[in-house]
């Protein structure tokens, strides 16, 4: 389906190679094949930025210019076997991308793009700088591949795009897996988009390989695609700003009613209206304050409590009694500040009766409104407090001593699970497993921090 590399380089007037900004032409044109690849494997892509030209490492093309869509397509470290590997070696290369596409649809290896909580790792990490360091105009998030229609923005070169892209999805994914080890394969295809016939076609193909690859019976049926009706429009680009405020995505099998809605859509004054009017559990019949949450609403860290106590309930602002100064001194000791890059907030926004745990349909009235809360701050780290919080959250009936130690994922957030404060003052001998998990979050959080990091 892609432009063979004679015709991009008749039209583009570049040299079949490929140059480091700061170092001279590894070849000149009449170099042949084999001193090429001898210049490649010497000064490779993968180590500095490259100008314009075109490139090869092994037996996939790639082209770079100044500005323009890409057409790309990366895969995971195991979808093509050794022996498939060889085999392609021995392919003409105006065949070997329908090759490659074939066999990655026959979908080999682990295929962990299939489990849908890593799927939705992948849709975010995609998302997140949708509109800041690049347009998405066309995705889809296969088995053991993923293809992009991609347009870098400013100066935000598509190598680094590509590898930020990769880095961050590949740790959080491989927490998610409780896996270590690559999980990306190193290389990938890049095709430069030359008109617009060429643009509508590679947007078709993104489109319609699930259908291709059996998964769906039409482009819409298919979740994690730009085709997909409830995904974010990728065709109409957000203007840069600090951070891309990404709508929810609803995960599978929760119903969206019209309350839940028309709360995906709320900003933040329009959320603390509703909350501080919600009638929707019984649990508004006892309260004397909601308590909505309270903190950086950009922030990196969001903690998670199970619901209001009757300090709280009287004051309207979570952990402000004794559970709360713990929580303060937990913040402190790894240098955090409430207020300060840290918001807090609760599974419930309203004090359920002599402080018993809230019941499972009350927290299902208010997990649309923590749902949205987590979309505008889109934290890169969320800490659940006790078990009523973590189960809440991961959907799953767990200890807080089973789930502690491990980065779970929230709708492709990071999160690592705790005791409750209120617990840790009944329990002074637990301070000391707290302690750990609170260094454990740090060195998460750094991790993150790191992973995310795209060169400009």
């Not at 927490?175 to 095709?191: C, P, T």
């Not at 499972?360 to 923590?370: F, G, K, N, S």
């Not at 949205?372 to 780290?381: G, V």
Request: hydrophobic fraction near 40%.
């Amino acid at each position: 389906m892609s432009a063979s590399r004679e015709d991009i380089l008749q039209e583009l007037g570049l040299w079949p190679q490929w140059r480091r900004r700061d170092a001279p032409a590894s070849g000149g044109a009449g170099d042949p094949p084999a001193a090429l690849a001898a210049a490649d494997a010497v000064n490779s892509p993968a180590s500095r930025g490259l100008i314009q030209g075109v490139h090869a490492r092994g037996y996939l093309p790639h082209v770079k210019a100044e500005g323009g869509q890409y057409f790309v397509t990366f895969r995971l470290v195991d979808s093509l076997p050794a022996g498939v590997l060889k085999q392609l070696a021995t392919v003409p290369e105006k065949q070997r991308s329908k090759k490659v596409e074939e066999f990655l649809d026959a979908a080999h290896g682990e295929c962990w793009l299939g489990k849908s909580n890593v799927a939705e790792v992948m849709r975010q990490t995609l998302l997140k700088f949708h509109g800041e360091r690049y347009h998405l105009h066309a995705w889809v998030i296969m088995p053991n591949h993923v293809h992009l229609l991609i347009e870098p923005v400013g100066n935000n070169a598509l190598s680094d795009i590509l590898q930020g892209i990769k880095s961050v999805s590949a740790h959080q994914a491989n927490a998610l897996l409780a896996r270590e080890g690559e999980f990306w394969q190193s290389e990938s295809y890049d095709h430069l988009i030359r008109d617009d016939d060429d643009r509508a076609r590679c947007a078709d193909y993104i489109a319609q390989n699930p259908v291709k690859a059996g998964l769906a019976k039409n482009a819409a049926e298919f979740e994690f695609s730009s085709a997909y009706p409830a995904a974010v429009d990728a065709g109409e680009s957000p203007a840069p700003q600090k951070r891309v405020t990404i709508p929810p995505v609803i995960a599978p099998g929760l119903p969206l009613d019209a309350r839940a809605a028309e709360i995906a859509g709320m900003d933040w004054s329009q959320l603390r209206d509703s909350v501080a009017g919600c009638s929707a559990c019984p649990l508004h019949k006892t309260r004397n304050k909601t308590v909505f949450g309270v903190g950086d609403e950009e922030a990196n860290w969001l903690f998670v409590g199970e619901g209001p106590g009757a300090d709280e309930d009287v004051k309207g602002e979570p952990f402000v009694g004794q559970a709360g100064k713990l929580l303060d001194n937990m913040l402190a000791a790894i240098k955090l500040k409430r207020g300060e890059n840290v918001y807090i907030a609760n599974v419930v926004k309203c004090r359920p009766p002599n402080n018993r745990n809230p019941e499972a349909a009350e927290v299902a009235q208010c997990e649309p409104y923590l749902q949205r809360q987590i979309a505008l701050i889109q934290p890169k780290l969320i800490i659940a407090l006790g078990k009523v919080a973590a189960v809440s959250l991961l959907k799953h009936e767990a200890s807080v001593i089973s789930m502690r130690g491990k980065v779970h994922a929230y709708r492709g957030t990071p999160m690592i699970v705790t005791y409750h404060p209120a617990y840790l003052l009944r329990s002074l001998p637990e301070k000391a497993r707290a302690w750990e998990d609170l260094c454990f979050a740090v060195e998460t959080m750094q991790g993150l921090q790191s992973a995310e990091t795209i060169p400009t």
